[in-house]
């Protein structure tokens, strides 16, 4: 389970989409809810917050954050 997770970051959750183009999804919306999206076939999927922690096996890369 992570906890620091934010808006564009790439995590691998325990299971692997089926498309198999990809292990890695991106975190496009945060809130009570957590969509994800496929880095392989783009597709995408929303689940509760405590199912996503439950799920996401660890982060990979943390999105750049723009200070301007």
């Not at 969509?35 to 076939?41: H, P, S, V």
């Not at 917050?49 to 982060?59: A, G, W």
Request: hydrophobic share 30%; proline share 3%.
């Amino acid at each position: 389970m992570i906890e620091n997770y934010s808006l564009n970051d790439i995590v691998q959750m325990k299971k692997d989409h089926p498309c198999r183009k990809s292990h890695y999804w991106k975190i496009v919306r945060t809130g009570a809810d957590i969509k994800i999206k496929c880095e392989g076939c783009g597709a995408i999927v929303m689940m509760e917050r405590p199912d996503f922690e439950r799920k996401c096996k660890k982060l990979i890369s943390k999105a750049e954050e723009n200070n301007d």
